[in-house]
């Protein structure tokens, strides 16, 4: 459960969340997973911008929360869908003054590009995308983050190697098998610095 409004670590994780997924993954053809992989996939063959992409998956997510626990998280999730998708669409106009070289991006996904994630879930809150489906699963059938993570990423692993290569499909497949476990230990890390717990959901 969840309190009544996120606290401002949430708005903060979400608007670093599109941010990354444009700077970062966007910038070096490495995809952390999720939606973000998905939208970086699929605007190589529909150019309509990642942002936008993101925005349009994260609406049928949305439907499927609504469905699944009600008004209350649904609304969060489509607020995270909008701040997400609405943070990475403006980013998308900033053009960074160098190149990324691959293993410096990778090392940034890896290290602490799940950061933002766990400062969104650190509340029960999700980032609108796959860790909304993970959120739910995990207070419904009690189904561990990581696993859901994973299994969902298989999707945006497969659009990246189609859309820019084998080794940016390998990097992703790394990433992404790392994503669960990193989304774990950062919101429980998150819990731990500004709760004083590492496990419980502050109510």
């Known amino acids: 459960m969840v309190s009544s409004s996120p606290p401002f670590r949430y708005y903060v994780g979400c ?62 999730t489509a607020v995270s869908a909008l701040l997400v998708g609405g943070s990475a669409w403006a980013f998308e106009w900033v053009r960074l003054p160098f190149h990324w070289p691959l293993w410096l991006a990778f090392a940034v996904i890896v290290t602490v590009g799940y950061l933002p994630t766990g400062l969104v879930m650190s509340r029960g809150y999700s980032s609108g995308g796959f860790s909304a489906l993970a959120q739910v699963l995990r207070s419904q059938h009690n189904v561990p983050i990581w696993i859901t993570m994973t299994a969902l990423n298989g999707v945006s692993i497969i659009l990246m190697a189609l859309a820019y290569g084998n080794l940016a499909g390998i990097l992703t497949l790394l990433a992404t098998l790392w994503q669960g476990p990193a989304i774990e230990l950062w919101t429980r890390w998150v819990r731990k610095v500004l709760d004083g717990s590492p496990t419980a959901i502050p109510q």
Request: proline share 2%; hydrophobic share 60%; aromatic share 8%.
């Open 15 to 76: 608007i670093l969340i599109g941010a990354e997924i444009v700077l970062v993954e966007n910038a070096s053809h490495i995809a952390s997973g999720g939606v973000g992989g998905l939208s970086i996939g699929v605007n190589a063959w529909i150019p309509l911008g990642v942002g936008v992409l993101n925005l349009l998956v994260k609406a049928v997510l949305f439907c499927i929360v609504w469905y699944a626990t009600g008004r209350h998280m649904a609304t969060w």
